[in-house]
């Protein structure tokens, strides 16, 4: 049985087509932490590598300097927040289906992101989510980013689930089947619409590799 769904946001439910990429290459820039040339191939693969972590996190380890890395998530929240805007995430195929399927099904549903706060709720209300979730969780000083597994354990405290393996995780980055794990979810669900690829979902603790959202609330009744 299933009692909560942890459900990431961008590249899970939302389609980023680059967005979050690009907001970092921007926030980069607005700090002076790029080349003359524009981001190299390592550096994207970096940003890559890091997907579904906390953003502020990220930046620390990037730039090295806490008040560079401060700007740094500053900038990255506006050019993600000004991308929100003008329409350059949305939901993907079956997202919204998928939530109210499961609520349907009494199935709680938790979104975690490594968005702050404010780009999360504001994601969430241009989506017209808030009512659909139970919980919308992001990173603060007290709660972990991923891959540790705080935003699951915070979701399943401030929901009341009384077992962790009634959770299942699902989310399209190595980070997020990783949180999963060390939580000890039941389903720990990797899909394919998002950042990492198979060959990187299967590298990491897992139970499923699905094609998209869609699939999950098949997975979770059968």
């Known amino acids: 049985m299933t009692s909560l769904a942890v459900i990431d946001l961008a590249g899970t439910l ?78 993907l195929p079956a997202a919204s289906e998928t939530l109210r399927a499961l609520r349907a099904n009494g199935v709680k549903i938790a979104v975690t992101t490594g968005f702050s706060a404010e780009t999360r709720d504001l994601l969430l209300d241009t989506l017209a989510w808030t009512e659909v979730v139970d919980a919308a969780l992001s990173p603060t000083e007290q709660i972990r980013g991923r891959p540790a597994p705080d935003l699951v354990l915070a979701a399943v405290i401030k929901l009341g689930i009384d077992d962790v393996h009634e959770v299942a995780v699902v989310g399209d980055t190595v980070n997020d089947l990783l949180s999963g794990y060390r939580a000890g979810a039941g389903v720990v669900a990797g899909v394919l619409s998002g950042a990492h690829d198979r060959a990187a979902l299967e590298s990491a603790p897992h139970t499923h590799i699905l094609e998209s959202v869609a699939e999950v609330p098949a997975v979770l009744a059968g």
């Open 14 to 91: 939302v389609r980023d087509d680059g967005a979050v990429e690009a907001a970092f290459v921007d926030a980069l820039d607005a700090v002076g932490a790029l080349g003359e040339d524009g981001p190299d191939a390592t550096l994207v693969d970096v940003i890559r590598s890091t997907m579904g972590q906390s953003k502020i996190t990220v930046f620390r380890g990037m730039l090295k300097d806490e008040d560079v890395a401060q700007n740094a998530n500053r900038a990255f929240e506006i050019a993600y927040a000004e991308r929100v805007a003008r329409g350059d995430t949305q939901e």
